[in-house]
């Protein structure tokens, strides 16, 4: 599976938009980028995912970069509940349905 | 709306016992996944099944081995514990493979 960099950390304030990004240059043409998320003594919950076009969804936006080596989750407006760690994986549809996960980036949210 | 159900939610064993997890998929979802999450550790994937055979197979000790039932719950046995097994065991489902993966509230195995 290509690998994703993520920051560490990122910080916000309440009812702020949050921008998450993440770089993924060794994406293959048959990869779509996963958003899950992961709140405190919680399992992971998922959230978007894409392959080539923006999308959206009840919970966040997901931004793709034209040639795909990188993407941006979008919050729009934070909530406490939004703290957790946020993951970007990269799933090949025609490889396997495994979700692998690396180190995400984990998301504080101030009132 | 039903969710992904893990049977027992806490574990104590002890060195070189057995155990066994179970997972209740949500209903009409064919695919059953399990992961493993050690303490401060990202989840680690170890093995699915789709149904009712083997789909995937990640980093799962042959200590362990998981099978999925005709009713498409999905048990996890795991023998001759070892202190490194203590972690967070999730179980996640969906539906034909799909993109979109639901998971339960976990099994916290301790192992002492």
């Known amino acids: 599976d290509a690998k994703t960099t993520q920051p560490n950390s990122m910080e916000s304030n309440e009812e702020e938009p949050v921008h998450l990004p993440c770089n993924h240059s060794t994406i293959s043409g048959t990869d779509y980028i996963h958003w899950y998320r992961q709140l405190p003594s919680q399992g992971p919950e998922y959230v978007i995912h894409?392959?080539?076009s923006n999308v959206n969804n009840r919970m966040a936006s997901l931004a793709i970069a034209e040639d795909r080596k990188s993407s941006t989750l979008i919050l729009h407006r934070a909530t406490l509940r939004d703290a957790a760690v946020y993951y970007c994986i990269l799933r090949d549809s025609q490889a396997g349905t495994a979700l692998i996960f690396g180190k995400g980036t984990t998301l504080s949210v101030s009132s | 709306a039903a969710g992904v159900i893990q049977s027992p939610r806490h574990l104590i064993k002890e060195k070189r016992e057995t155990a066994t997890l179970k997972c209740y998929p949500i209903p009409r979802h064919d695919t059953v996944y399990w992961y493993q999450q050690g303490p401060g550790q990202d989840p680690q994937f170890l093995i699915s099944?789709?149904?009712?055979?083997?789909?995937d197979k990640g980093s799962i000790p042959d200590r362990f081995s998981a099978q999925q039932f005709s009713d498409y719950h999905s048990e996890l046995n795991m023998s001759s514990l070892e202190l490194g097994d203590s972690a967070l065991y999730f179980c996640?489902?969906?539906?034909?493979?799909?993109?979109?993966?639901?998971f339960g509230p976990g099994t916290r195995l301790t192992v002492t």
């Open positions: 894409g392959l080539t």
């Open positions: 099944f789709y149904e009712k055979m083997q789909s």
């Open positions: 996640a489902s969906s539906s034909d493979r799909g993109h979109e993966q639901y």
